[in-house]
């Protein structure tokens, strides 16, 4: 058996292949080793994951393990993430295309939807916390990338109106993209510019109700010691200066000219980086700032109220 792909001519079942290929990636360093393994087989046998637990005896036939063999190589040896070799993600339950120009969505994100949502139409034992108003509730997404939160929150809020903004024109490609194959591409109006320029010269109505971002947020500092997936990621949609705070600082800075009195900025961030921008909100002029916690207990949303 070589190093990098299973004996070819051997017969190899898939509790077998799926054995090698957790062993082969722990080895490598890839740290989710067995689900990743599991997600490829399953992908290449064009079948369920957890119908591999069913076919755990199967023999697994030629063609399917050479397709298998090529992925198994790529998220090995050039460590692309899983996302991109099956060009999908799933957010919010709803299936994303995902490739190289956005970033793929991560779970963690679903803070700031659920924070949004929570916002836009209260809990079950709290009301809604954007102002009363007669027309629809205005949101804007920065930074929309495959268009994973605008999305979520359109297939939330069938009543809302909601804007997405990218400075990526490959990324708004694919978020016009979802948008279609999920059937939302009426709900949401994409607009290509830098934070909130070309919204007013595209005739986009203001102010905002609610403003969500998911900005980069990674330090330039950290390159260094980040893993081998994130170089298959745009660099625009990770980095954000020395200390990663360029983008949350412009945001803050600018978001208050266009949102409603009594509208919310949620951001979000990496968890050390919540004190500093709870400063930099109660700076700018924002009130009630708030923040809310990942599924790992780490402060992952920061959010402020428009006076
Ligand atoms: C961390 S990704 C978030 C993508 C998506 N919202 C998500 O949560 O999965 C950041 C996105 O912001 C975009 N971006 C970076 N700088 C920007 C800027 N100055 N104005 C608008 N978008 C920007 C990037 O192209 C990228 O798509």
Redesign the pocket.
């Given at each position: 058996m070589s190093a990098g792909s299973p004996d070819r001519e051997k017969t190899w079942t898939v509790l077998e292949l799926l054995t090698w290929t957790t062993d082969y990636f722990k080895r490598v360093g890839i740290e989710s080793a067995r689900l990743d393994a599991e997600v490829l087989l399953a992908h290449a046998l064009e079948t369920e994951r957890l119908r591999l637990y069913i076919d755990y005896e199967k023999p697994v036939q030629k063609a399917e393990r050479d397709a298998y063999r090529t992925l198994v190589q790529r998220r090995a040896q050039d460590r692309i993430p899983v996302s991109q070799l099956l060009g999908e993600r799933e957010f919010w339950s709803l299936g994303f295309k995902v490739t190289s120009d956005?970033?793929t969505?991560?779970p963690e994100?679903e803070t700031l939807v659920e924070w949004a949502l929570s916002k836009a139409k209260g809990g079950s034992q709290e009301p809604a916390q954007v102002p009363e108003k007669e027309g629809k509730l205005r949101i804007l997404?920065?930074?929309?990338?495959?268009g994973?939160?605008a999305l979520a929150l359109a297939s939330e809020l069938p009543h809302a109106e909601l804007m997405a903004?990218?400075?990526?024109p490959a990324?708004l490609q694919i978020a016009a993209e979802n948008a279609d194959e999920l059937r939302m591409a009426e709900r949401i109006r994409f607009v290509e510019?830098?934070?909130f320029e070309h919204l007013k010269a595209e005739g986009v109505k203001e102010p905002f109700d609610l403003i969500v971002s998911?900005?980069?947020?990674v330090a330039r500092a950290d390159e260094g010691s980040l893993p081998p997936e994130l170089s298959h990621e745009?660099e625009?949609?990770?980095f954000a200066g020395q200390d990663g705070l360029d983008?949350i600082r412009r945001l803050v800075a600018e978001a208050g000219d266009h949102l409603s009195s009594g509208g919310w900025l949620g951001i979000?961030l990496s968890p050390e980086q919540a004190d500093e921008v709870e400063g930099l909100l109660k700076e700018a002029g924002f009130t009630d700032v708030e923040r809310r916690f990942d599924l790992a207990s780490r402060p992952r949303v920061v959010a402020g109220r428009w006076p």
């Open positions: 956005v970033l969505p991560r994100t997404d920065i930074g929309t990338g495959s994973a939160i903004t990218d400075l990526s990324a510019g830098d934070l998911n900005p980069p947020y745009p625009m949609a990770l983008v979000e």
